[in-house]
């Protein structure tokens, strides 16, 4: 499905709206404590960083947040949070959003889109990788300390950095099926699984950190996922 149209993507200064996409940011995640504040939205775009929202209707459905960092030695924007109401997700808005940030970086002569998502979260690595055909750059162990929110559930934070050029061509789709791949699985839904069966999600946890992130820190590569949730490496 892709229905974008009477959607509208734009940079946030004004307070107001600011504390709409707060709350928004909230629902999505469930926090006991707000994920940002107005505030720091506020300062983060007069410094120059990025801060923008997706509306339908005069409703804040999505939005993203982002600072000014150095990638791979380029001037880079980092992607620090990026979310959508349940309402809008598998309808092109996400994609729309993050178009709207590759283009808004390469304005500002920035070179790289960096973000980092969890690895064990299937429809965030078929988006990432597929979909936007963004690179896999550094596995990083329990970056952020454990999170008590609604989706995180306290569990070990890995991560994946992605990097997203802001030129060029975008990297080809991958056959499943080449040679001299080996594939890492990751459950079906590891959202679910923390609620229902956290001992069982924290074996995933460190399962895919041993053999992706064993795998990256050895020099391998990922050059895809498949639509089952497994990440194919190139060692």
């Known amino acids: 499905m892709n229905d974008t149209e009477g959607v509208d993507i734009r940079v946030l200064e004004d307070p107001a709206d600011l504390q709409r996409l707060v709350t928004m940011f909230n629902q999505v995640w469930g926090s006991i404590t707000p994920l940002v504040g107005v505030e720091l939205l506020r300062a983060i775009g007069h410094a120059g960083g990025y801060t923008s929202a997706a509306f339908q209707d005069d409703q804040v459905v999505g939005g993203s947040l982002g600072f000014l960092a150095r990638h791979a030695g380029d ?21 729309a959003m993050k178009l709207h940030q590759q283009r808004w970086a390469r304005e500002q002569g920035l070179d790289w889109v960096t973000w980092t998502f969890d690895p064990l979260v299937r429809r965030n690595a078929w988006f990432n990788l597929h979909v936007l055909r963004a690179e896999v750059h550094e596995y990083l162990p329990d970056f952020y300390g454990p999170i008590d929110d609604a989706v995180n559930h306290r569990d070990e934070s890995d991560r994946l950095l992605m990097a997203w050029a802001t030129s060029g061509e975008p990297r080809a789709p991958l056959d499943a099926a080449g040679p001299g791949l080996t594939a890492v699985p990751t459950p079906e839904d590891i959202i679910v699984l923390r609620r229902i069966d956290p001992e ?32 194919l490496v190139r060692r």
């Open 200 to 231: 069982a999600a924290t074996g995933w946890r460190h399962r895919v950190r041993n053999e992706l992130g064993g795998a990256l820190a050895a020099g391998a590569s990922v050059v895809g996922v498949t639509r089952t949730g497994d990440y």
């Open 75 to 95: 001037p880079a924007l980092h992607s620090h949070i990026t979310g959508l109401l349940p309402g809008v997700r598998q309808t092109g808005v996400g994609r």
